[in-house]
């Protein structure tokens, strides 16, 4: 069965730094999706992106936060001045289609900022 | 403002006996309603959905119920394995939000005793 990956699945990184997290969605899906849950937290929407674009993002996705499909099989996240409270798990989601569709999550990244 | 939630953060049952887990929202443009299960480690994985012309669906051993006059939302799952325990999230979706951004609940954790 087709599955979501992500790498790294635990990164640890400095305050300051910037840090990439990788996602492979399924491949015949057009819809990707991050989302992060810090430790007992429920899990919160960052950003949809479809046809090269974001079509929505929360207010949690700010200037420190961007994504991009740098190829057909890669989704990226990008933090480019982490924090300490960016310390959560991110996860990756992709559907074929819009609102309706069934998304499918991957392992996760457990990002760690020290 | 829009918010998700839960009624019960833990639920123990007993294996075999049938579980309820609710859910009440507040966005009442919510057009879309899922449950997904998240086992320790992993991501979030869907259960069942409904839509809002939608009082009640069934899947295999699950069933969801939506009534949308006290909206609220529940999650029925019979015959209670041990291999469903697990942290278990509504989430809603509205066109109001551009039809992407998932607004998951805090999650109840169910326990199924031998």
């Known amino acids: 069965e087709p599955e979501v990956t992500q790498t790294p699945s635990h990164q640890v990184t400095q305050m300051g730094q910037e840090v990439i997290l990788r996602c492979v969605p399924i491949s015949n899906h057009l819809y990707f999706y991050w989302y992060r849950q810090i430790l007992g937290q429920k899990v919160e929407f960052l950003v949809s992106?479809?046809?090269?674009?974001?079509?929505?993002k929360s207010e949690i996705f700010d200037d420190q936060f961007s994504v991009e499909r740098p190829d057909g099989s890669n989704f990226t996240l990008k933090i480019r001045s982490t924090k300490l409270e960016d310390s959560a798990m991110y996860f990756c989601?992709?559907?074929?289609?819009?609102?309706?569709?069934?998304?499918?999550f991957g392992p996760g990244t457990r990002l760690t900022v020290t | 403002g829009e918010s998700v939630g839960l009624h019960l953060p833990t639920l123990s049952v007993q294996e075999g006996d049938n579980s309820i887990i609710n859910c009440a929202y507040s966005?009442?443009?919510?057009?879309?309603f899922i449950w997904y299960k998240q086992e320790s480690g992993k991501g979030p994985q869907f259960i069942i959905d409904?839509?809002?012309?939608?009082d009640k669906r069934q899947g295999q051993r699950v069933t969801v119920l939506l009534n949308k006059t006290v909206k609220h939302l529940s999650l029925q799952i019979a015959a209670t394995q041990p291999g469903d325990s697990a942290v278990y999230f509504c989430?809603?979706?509205?066109?109001?939000?551009?039809?992407?951004?998932?607004?998951f609940g805090a999650g109840t954790r169910l326990f199924v005793k031998a």
């Open positions: 992106f479809y046809n090269n674009e974001i079509s929505e």
């Open positions: 409904i839509r809002s012309n939608m």
């Open positions: 966005n009442s443009a919510s057009d879309y």
């Open positions: 989430a809603e979706k509205s066109m109001n939000t551009g039809g992407f951004k998932t607004i």
């Open positions: 989601a992709s559907s074929e289609s819009g609102i309706d569709y069934e998304q499918y």
